[in-house]
């Protein structure tokens, strides 16, 4: 490949976040993880210079059941989900799904969303919910399911 098609990572920024540090932190124990992280694009034959990206993670639980607080059943509850966009650009035009996946891309984000995450438990009062294991876990999970 071409230095022209090797994109060059230009900026990041928080997406979106939606959090509950309190339930994040008391039902670690239950959470689920579920990363995706792809391409956004509105035609995926347009070639062009430049190229986001979208890491979302989003953390779930499934509650037992309780009958001392009136749960009958277990219930599904969302922890947390949170996207971080980033911005690359390439010297040459190429289509958004051509672009080779840049190995600081995940660390990058990962370490912003953590960041992020942990600064918000804390002002909820809460230690830290995101720490550097899960997020090693995490890209190698990744890492291991899409080469």
Avoid at 52 to 60: C, D, G, R, S
Avoid at 79 to 93: F, I, S, V
Avoid at 100 to 108: A, Q, V, Y
Wanted: charged share 30%; hydrophobic share 35%; aromatic share 8%.
């Amino acid at each position: 490949m071409s230095d022209e098609a090797v994109p060059q990572i230009v900026s990041d920024v928080l997406y979106g976040i939606s959090m509950r540090p309190q339930e994040l932190a008391m039902y670690t124990e239950y959470a689920q993880f579920n990363l995706r992280y792809a391409p956004i694009f509105d035609d995926p034959s347009e070639e062009c210079t430049e190229h986001f990206k979208l890491l979302v993670v989003e953390v779930t639980c499934q509650l037992p059941p309780d009958i001392s607080v009136g749960r009958q059943q277990g219930q599904d509850l969302e922890l947390l989900r949170c996207g971080w966009q980033l911005e690359l650009k390439t010297a040459k035009p190429c289509r958004p799904d051509s672009l080779p996946e840049l190995p600081e891309e995940l660390p990058l984000l990962f370490d912003r969303m953590s960041a992020c995450i942990n600064r918000l438990a804390k002002d909820a009062g809460v230690d830290d919910v995101f720490h550097k294991e899960t997020i090693e876990r995490l890209v190698k999970q990744y890492r291991q399911k899409h080469g």
